[in-house]
């Protein structure tokens, strides 16, 4: 018996036949994790790569296709700069010492978030990453990076907007299957399930449009102490729910692996 296989033994029966196809994760947390053990911050975020590493390797084990991670908000420049400084610090070492990792299991790497106003170096290591594992099958791991959700929509928008003023669409050819076709990501469906970890319950500007219709879990548990336990009782949950889309009749098939 395989991994995956042993990982799925950890879900009830049903729950194996409504796995969601795309998992988004906002993870948060990291500061108050290190506040209550009396660290710096800065080990917080250590631990919070941890933690993504125990998300990866679930996703996987339980055969999620797309798993996304919200791993630095537009919003998150506003921090000391010292903390974005050690933020980008984790993101290179990430890079030097996991991804080669990654692409061994297959896993493909996207980012999805704006390029315009990162360091060339900062860049080239997103490009490497994604010219890197650009073939591989497996799962498929989205970092949010630099990302916020209006300003996406806003940019799609925007992109609409020019090919109208130049006359290539027509006003009505405006729809919301146009617009989410320009947002960064318009191949990998929509999240099913988009959990959330320290106790808050809100969207932080993430996968705005994308989270329409995605089942929200809220896990009490800081990002650093996330792991596959956490991610089977967010999966159970989401196996339990019926799902409508705005109808009257859950949909069959929804959110299936």
């Known amino acids: 018996m395989g991994h995956q296989d042993k990982s799925r033994e950890l879900l009830p029966r049903a729950a194996i036949g409504t796995l969601p196809r795309h ?4 993870m948060d947390g990291n500061g108050r994790w290190a506040h ?7 080990l917080g975020h ?3 790569v941890e933690a993504v590493r125990r998300a990866v ?3 996987d084990h339980f055969g999620i296709r797309v798993l996304t991670i919200y791993s630095f908000s537009a919003e998150n420049w506003s921090r000391p700069k010292t903390e974005v400084d050690h933020l980008f610090t984790l993101l290179r070492r990430f890079v030097e010492r996991d991804v080669a990792d990654l692409h061994r299991r297959n896993v493909r790497i996207r980012i999805i978030g704006a390029r315009e106003g990162l360091s060339k170096d900062i860049i080239a290591l997103l490009e490497r990453c994604e010219r890197l594992t650009a073939g591989n099958t497996g799962l498929t791991l989205a970092v ?9 929509i806003a940019e799609a928008a925007r992109r609409l907007a020019e090919k109208a003023a130049r006359g290539d669409i027509a006003p009505e050819d405006i729809t919301p299957a146009a617009l989410a076709q320009h947002l960064h990501a318009p191949d990998l469906p ?10 808050e319950q809100r969207l932080s500007n993430f996968l705005l449009w994308q989270s329409a219709y995605a089942e929200l879990v809220f896990l009490p548990e800081y990002w650093p102490d996330f792991d596959e336990l956490s991610f089977q009782r967010a999966l159970q949950d989401f196996a339990a729910r019926e799902r409508r889309f705005g109808g009257l009749k859950a949909a069959t098939g929804a959110g299936k692996a």
């Not at 998992?23 to 906002?26: F, M």
């Not at 209550?36 to 800065?42: N, Q, V, Y």
């Not at 949010?144 to 996406?152: H, I, P, S, V």
Request: aromatic share 6%; proline share 6%; glycine share 14%.
């Open 144 to 152: 949010a990076f630099n990302y916020g959700g209006r300003q996406e």
């Open 57 to 59: 390797r679930a996703a």
């Open 36 to 42: 209550a053990r009396g660290l710096p911050r800065s």
């Open 46 to 48: 250590k631990a919070g």
């Open 190 to 199: 929509d999240p099913d399930l988009l959990i959330r970890t320290g106790n």
């Open 23 to 26: 998992v988004a994760i906002i």
